[in-house]
């Protein structure tokens, strides 16, 4: 149902309430996962985007524009402008190193926070009720499915060996046999005689609770000495 234009006491209440328990609910998620966003975050946001709302609707005028007015002010603004700024605090949680990517689906959920925030302030408590309830099937019914996709994984692997180039082909027809695929990137010698590290970027297609890499590491390591080996891809949670 739509809440009055102008809202009671009692009515705030109740707007605020729904807000508070669908940031409480959507947030959980983020909270046990152990983003910079979590529970208390998120439920700041929604009430910041309810509050936001909530203020327009007490102000917001009936009556339009009077004869004797000099000019009226656009109170759409001020949801408006909640909600470009969280998509500030949303990039914040957002970080990048190389290749690897987390926290988008953090900023995410911050603004969809934010829109079910405006939605329960201005009284489409039908409308932002539905849109919690999907937003938290989403979140953790969604990812058991997302877990259990194949998907790109990828990693840089410093091997050292001799100072020979048959490793360049060796070792991508070794970790081929394993459904992994090797391409290889750079050649450095070490202070070791004879000796030079050889990089590889890794990639390979497999759900996220896959086994663990354990078995490709100690094959590696019975042929070759590894030097490094570095996840450069990530869910991006």
């Keep these: 149902m739509d809440m009055p234009l102008h809202p009671s006491w009692s009515d705030i209440a109740i707007r605020l309430a729904l807000t508070m328990l669908a940031g409480a609910i959507i947030g959980f998620n983020r909270g046990v996962g152990g983003d910079a966003a979590g529970f208390r975050t998120t439920i700041l946001v929604g009430l910041a985007a309810s509050v936001a709302m909530i203020q327009t609707n007490i102000l917001l005028s009936l009556s339009g524009k009077t004869p004797d007015s000099f000019g009226v002010m656009d109170l759409m603004r001020l949801p408006l402008g909640i909600l470009t700024g969280v998509g500030f605090i949303g990039g914040g949680t957002i970080l990048k190193k190389g290749d690897l990517v987390t926290g988008v689906t953090?900023?995410?959920?911050?603004?969809?926070?934010?829109?079910?925030?405006?939605?329960?302030g201005g009284g489409q408590l039908i409308l932002g009720s539905i849109t919690t309830v999907l937003a938290a099937l989403t979140l953790w019914a969604l990812k058991r499915v997302e877990l259990k996709m194949p998907r790109e994984h990828r990693a840089l692997l410093i091997v050292t060996c001799d100072a020979t180039w048959n490793v360049t082909e060796e070792l991508p027809a070794l970790v081929k046999s394993m459904s992994y695929h090797a391409r290889f990137q750079t050649q450095r010698r070490t202070t070791e005689p004879d000796?030079?590290?050889?990089?590889?970027?890794?990639?390979?297609?497999?759900?996220?609770?896959a086994a663990p890499l354990a078995e490709l590491l100690r094959t590696l390591d019975g042929r070759y000495r590894v030097t490094r080996f570095e996840l450069t891809s990530e869910d991006g949670k």
Aim: charged share 20%.
């Design 195 to 209: 000796k030079a590290d050889y990089a590889f970027e890794l990639f390979w297609w497999r759900p996220e609770r």
């Design 106 to 120: 953090t900023a995410a959920t911050l603004w969809l926070m934010t829109v079910v925030g405006l939605c329960l």
